[in-house]
């Protein structure tokens, strides 16, 4: 069956079920686009564009953060990884949730304190500007991009699936759509009207979560043992679906594969650019902490849901369905489950969850690609921009300019690329980007906030190291080349199409190799240059991360 004639799957009247898809997802925008307006009137300064005015308190933020961090890779790629892959799908969920203690005890309230609006500010407290704003802007931007081809291939997923399009122009025309949107959030509403659509979204998302969960326990008598148990039978896998080795584990290869990738969730989240912009937007280090402790709390319930809804589409679906699943890399798993729970194909019911649930992810996309395209032209404006081209001497009327700018030139290379992607797992594109986080801003960070010795050498081999060599070996991956075939599909399971093979590099996740790499260059660079500048300026540095003090001042020297 394609997607195309399975879309509302024997509904009464297709067109009528249809219509209310598309009032559904007009709703949901119409709701973030009056949040942006709305949010426009309340943003006159850099402060207000940059960080929402540092206004906001630590449930909001943690709210805001769950939002930016549960994204379309959650709530398609994990529970659809799972219900692919069993136990070893459910470790996504596991190092995402794990790596947040991360963030909370080495970086949100250090980082915070001794910021103003980017990575890039802390790294330049005490080192040279241009080069290390330079590094940093870059960094941001490439892992902002990786993370958004996940975010606009959810979307495509989403839209043919509800409305029924094939892979083609029509789905190219939604990816374009969502980054026509992204961009209209980033220049209009900026960081304030970007963080309401966070929080609203956040909402919706773990109500509908919830909901699906409850159902979906309820045809098991909430017994979740029975849902294990007919998840395991229906696959056909037996007890190796409810145990390691599924995916990973199989040969050396693919235990390799494992730590690569554990080692990219648990260190990305302290290192991605759209996490650590949001510590901006409290006014003490206290709501930094709390903002972190409420993410860990809502993340870490939103996290459980997912073993749920994954396991739940390996036990509900029908034959038809779950082949579908399998030939969407797993993405269409939670919305074909709240189809089945809702009352199953051909149902009124089944039909409305379907777009009630899609209407949610939509929102969930929308939200994520506001903060990271914020997070990528806020770098390019403060960091590129005012500080290295213009050496300061800009005002803050002309930077907001220039970051609304970028937020054109991101969103048409984010639309650019994921076209071709759509043929990928969202969860696994998320993966890269945490192995591309891990790999060149961590290392600087953790570096400048815990090493005196630390300097403008060391910061910038760190940054460009770990960015080249993560990107690099993607790129000579079986990811890019080299892959096969799907065998339900027919389509490549690389980015390349069957026949070109390129790749050099075994594993499908860089970080076993690009993120201690980063850390090594870091040292090295660090201990054969001369510099010692920012020796002189450790202290006050050490200062205001313990403290706070002059976190509001400027950070240009």
């Known amino acids: 069956m394609n997607v195309s004639g399975a879309v509302l799957l024997a509904a009464t009247d297709p067109n009528e079920h249809r219509t209310l898809t598309i009032v559904l997802f007009l709703a949901v925008v119409s709701i973030t686009v009056g949040i942006t307006v709305w949010a426009s009137r309340q943003t006159s300064t850099a402060a207000d564009y940059y960080a929402g005015g540092r206004s906001f308190s630590g449930f909001q933020n943690g709210l805001a953060i769950s939002g930016d961090y549960m994204s379309a890779a959650s709530f398609l790629g994990i529970s659809g990884a799972i219900a692919l892959f ?137 017994n979740f043992s029975d849902l294990m148990g007919q998840a395991a039978s229906n696959t056909g896998q037996g007890r190796a679906f409810l145990e390691p080795g599924l995916q990973y584990g199989v040969d050396l290869r693919s235990k390799l594969d494992f730590i690569s990738l554990g080692l990219a969730l648990v260190l990305g989240t302290a290192g991605l650019p759209h996490i650590l912009i949001r510590f901006y937007t409290v006014p003490t280090s206290k709501a930094a902490r709390a903002s972190v402790q409420w993410a860990i709390g809502l993340i870490g319930a939103f996290y459980l849901m997912t073993l749920v809804l994954g396991f739940g589409a390996a036990a509900l679906l029908t034959k038809t369905s779950y082949d579908r699943v399998i030939e969407s890399k797993g993405n269409l798993a939670s919305p074909l489950l709240a189809e089945a729970v809702g009352g199953g194909p051909g149902s009124n019911g089944g039909a409305i969850l379907l777009a009630v649930i899609a209407a949610v992810a939509f929102a969930t996309i929308l939200a994520v690609v506001a903060g990271l395209t914020l997070t990528s032209a806020s770098s390019v404006a403060h960091d590129l921009y005012a500080n290295v081209l213009r050496k300061g001497r800009t005002t803050d009327a002309d930077e907001v300019r220039v970051a609304k700018i970028a937020a054109f030139g991101i969103g048409g290379i984010a639309i650019a690329l994921a076209i071709p992607a759509q043929n990928l797992n969202i969860a696994f594109l998320v993966a890269v980007a945490f192995a591309i986080a891990a790999s060149a801003n961590l290392p600087s960070l953790l570096y400048n906030l815990f090493w005196s010795r630390f300097n403008t050498r060391g910061a910038t081999w760190s940054i460009y190291g770990g960015l080249i060599s993560s990107v690099g070996l993607v790129f000579f991956s079986p990811v890019v080349s080299g892959k096969g075939v799907d065998p339900i599909s027919g389509a490549s399971l690389s980015l390349f199409p069957v026949g070109v093979d390129f790749h050099l590099f075994p594993l499908e996740n860089p970080g076993l190799v690009s993120i201690p790499l980063g850390f090594f260059l870091g040292w090295l660079g660090t201990v054969t240059s001369r510099e010692r500048a920012s020796e002189e300026r450790w202290p006050e540095l050490e200062v205001r991360a313990l403290t706070g003090a002059g976190a509001e001042g400027a950070v240009e020297h």
């Open 86 to 222: 069993g136990y070893d799908g459910f470790l996504y969920s596991v190092g995402f949730l794990v790596a947040w203690l991360v963030a909370l005890l080495l970086v949100a309230e250090l980082l915070r304190n001794s910021g103003r609006y980017t990575m890039a500010d802390q790294l330049a407290f005490r080192m040279k500007q241009r080069p290390v704003r330079t590094a940093a802007s870059v960094s941001t931007v490439v892992v902002s991009i990786f993370y958004l081809l996940a975010q606009m291939v959810g979307a495509g997923t989403l839209v043919s699936l509800l409305l029924g399009f094939e892979a083609g122009l029509a789905k190219n025309v939604t990816i374009a759509g969502v980054g026509v949107l992204m961009v209209f959030y980033v220049t209009v509403g900026g960081m304030k009207g970007t963080t309401w659509v966070q929080i609203v979204k956040a909402i919706l998302l773990i109500s509908g979560t919830v909901l699906i969960t409850f159902l979906t326990l309820k045809e098991f008598g909430f």
